[in-house]
Structures are given as C-alpha cells and as structure tokens.
C-alpha cells in the first residue's frame, strides 16, 4: 500500500476564509484550553459577532465560579411526587430564589477578550478589506491578513500545545506609527439571567476585580478574582510597548 502523505492530507482541508463570515470564527486550543478569534486574528469584534450568533470567547477547563448568596442545596427545590404507590422527592422546582441560583452556580467563566484598537477606537468592521485568512490544521496556527485603513495587516495566532497560553504575531505599518494596539478586558462573567447562550457581561465592575502583582519592561503579571475563582495571568511582548490601565 501507498504510504499516506498525512501533512499533505490534513493542509488540503484546512479552511480560508476571503472575505468576512461571522458565521466562521476560527477556534484555537489544546483540548483544555481554547481562544476563538475572528477575521483580524484577534478577537476584535466580539459584539458584532454574538449578534450573528457566535461569541468570541478564550476558555479553559478550570474556569469556573459561583457567585457568593445563601447555601442552597438541592432539597430547597424538591416537589413531592406519587410513584408506584409512594411518595417520592425530585428537585423540579423552577420558580424560587434557590432554582435560580442552583441554575446558575457553579457557572463557567470567560477569561477575557483580546482584541485589536485603531487609533485606541473599537474598529469599524467596514474597514476591514482584502481578507486572506487561514487556519492550518497540521500547525494548529492561524494566519489572518487583510487591509486596515489602506494598510496591511498581517497576524499569526497560535495557542500552546499543553499550557493555558495563547501567541500573536501582529506585522503592519500602523504599529510603527502606534496607530494600531491591542485590548485586553475582562468580564464579570456571563449575563446570569439568560439561559441559553448568555452574552459576557460588562457591567457590575464593583463585583471583579484585576489588579497588577508585577511588571517589567516587556510584561506584565495580572491577578483576577472573580467570586471564588482566582488566577493569575502573564502578559508578554517583544519590543516597546504603552501599557494603560
């Protein structure tokens, strides 16, 4: 038998992308953790495509947290039920404060979003031409290269094979003149109240909180506490850079 070529075979199915598809963001992860990124590489237009369906996340296995209220357990929920003669207990109450919160804790956490800013402005999707982005199967990398403002943008992402780390490599004119730059937020969670596919919540600043531990010339060390859940994330660059809080 003929031996298969499976480098050749994997690059021939990895998907391009040539213009914008908010139905296709691209996901980058190791299988515990994950960042989907839309057309620019990075995840810069988060709103724009939740509102076509399709949320713009960075995930990890570990990530999750409950939000601090009264120690509820499933009892608080119970319907009594007649069942072959006996009287039985299922947790099917839907209607009180302890559903509600049982419903929604523990809850997986969004871990932030990373995206990129002209000019320190959210950028207008509109300005966003000559897409030629691809995401290459066998490397696990992803190569996004469009024009900005007349100006070549060219990024390659790629997540860690075994660590919780995600990489960029952003080549373009407008970071030589500080045009462009890169945004980081972080959430409070997700909006609790929606059940299905619940969009990040921005709001509630008071109830998170991200504070520095450490920084150098090119990084810098970041603590988050949400609820219960604590961790710390690193930040890296090559070159100078303008850190704003």
């Known amino acids: 038998a003929e031996t298969i070529d499976r480098r050749a075979l994997v690059t021939a199915f990895s998907p391009t992308l040539n213009s914008i598809d908010m139905r296709s963001p691209f996901t980058l992860g190791n299988g515990k953790f994950a960042f989907t990124a839309d057309v620019t590489g990075l995840q810069s237009f988060g709103n724009v495509y939740y509102a076509a369906g399709f949320p713009l996340e960075t995930k990890a296995r570990w990530a999750w ?72 199967l066998w490397n696990g990398k992803l190569s996004s290269r469009y024009s900005l403002d007349d100006k070549t943008v060219f990024v390659e992402s790629a997540a860690h094979a075994s660590r919780d780390a995600i990489g960029f490599r952003i080549n373009s004119p407008l970071t030589k003149v500080q045009r462009l730059s890169v945004q980081f937020r972080f959430p409070r969670g997700y909006e609790f109240a929606v059940k299905n596919t619940p969009d990040i919540a921005w709001s509630n600043d008071q109830e998170h909180t991200t504070s520095i531990r450490s920084q150098t010339k090119q990084s810098i060390l970041l603590e988050r506490k949400v609820d219960d859940e604590v961790f710390t994330m690193a930040i890296h660059w090559q070159g100078e850079a303008i850190v704003k809080q």
């Not at 608080?76 to 049982?102: C, G, H, I, M, S």
């Not at 523990?106 to 000019?119: E, K, Q, T, V, W």
């Open 65 to 136: 947290h409950t939000k601090p209220s009264k120690a509820y357990n499933l009892a608080d929920v119970d319907e009594e039920y007649t069942a072959y003669n006996r009287k039985v207990q299922f947790p099917t109450r839907t209607n009180t404060p302890a559903a509600e919160w049982l419903r929604q804790n523990p809850h997986d956490l969004p871990l932030g979003r990373i995206g990129l800013l002209l000019d320190g402005q959210t950028i207008d999707v509109k300005k966003i031409t000559n897409v030629q982005q691809q995401l290459d």
